[in-house]
């Protein structure tokens, strides 16, 4: 199979990673929200409804502690469900799944033999962990290096970065004189 371009699509030859561009529209979905988190509370209140035994029937005969057993779980999927489809509001529906996650220990047969209680309490803490895009994080070392050469005389400075304290101070002296002169 010599000679055949890779079906991934082009690389990135430096950082191994496509532009946002050129990356399918699920990916940018998946990242442009906690996918994994609500994908786990998801699942794992889809075990513990899997791992009850009881039937509806029997549910509604025994009382509420029987309809929790079902409610809680089905809270936890509907919550993963939101946490997927409107992330903007992620810090509840994440509080909230961990709380009712927390809750299927004793109405849903331990959490669904633990299982679904640590899907749900991990995609919970996932979540709540979520932040959006932001930009790459600046080492202090680098901060350090950038305000040096803001220093140096004879260096333009960016935009955005702020002026040197001795160019600050010589503005202020002229600006003041100005204003002395008036």
Avoid: C
Avoid at 22 to 49: E, H, K, S
Avoid at 56 to 85: D, E, N, S
Avoid at 160 to 178: F, I, K
């Amino acid at each position: 199979m010599e000679g055949q371009e890779p079906v991934s699509g082009p690389v990135d030859r430096v950082g191994g990673q496509q532009p946002m561009a050129q990356q399918d529209a699920f990916t940018r979905w998946v990242y442009g929200r906690p996918f994994f988190g609500g994908l786990w509370l998801t699942l794992g209140g889809a075990w513990i409804l899997l791992t009850m035994k009881a039937s509806v029937k029997v549910v509604l005969h025994v009382g509420m502690q029987g309809v929790a057993g079902y409610l809680l779980p089905t809270l936890m999927v509907l919550l993963g469900l939101l946490i997927l489809f409107s992330p903007d509001q992620r810090l509840f529906y994440s509080i909230t799944g961990v709380l009712i996650s927390m809750g299927t220990w004793v109405t849903s047969n331990l959490g669904g033999f633990m299982v679904g209680l640590l899907l749900g309490v991990t995609g919970s803490v996932l979540t709540f962990g979520w932040l959006p895009d932001q930009a790459a994080r600046v080492s202090r070392r680098e901060r350090r290096e950038q305000a040096r050469e803001a220093e140096r005389p004879g260096t333009d400075t960016d935009p955005g970065q702020p002026a040197s304290a001795a160019g600050t101070a010589q503005a202020g002296a002229v600006s003041g004189t100005a204003q002395a002169a008036q």
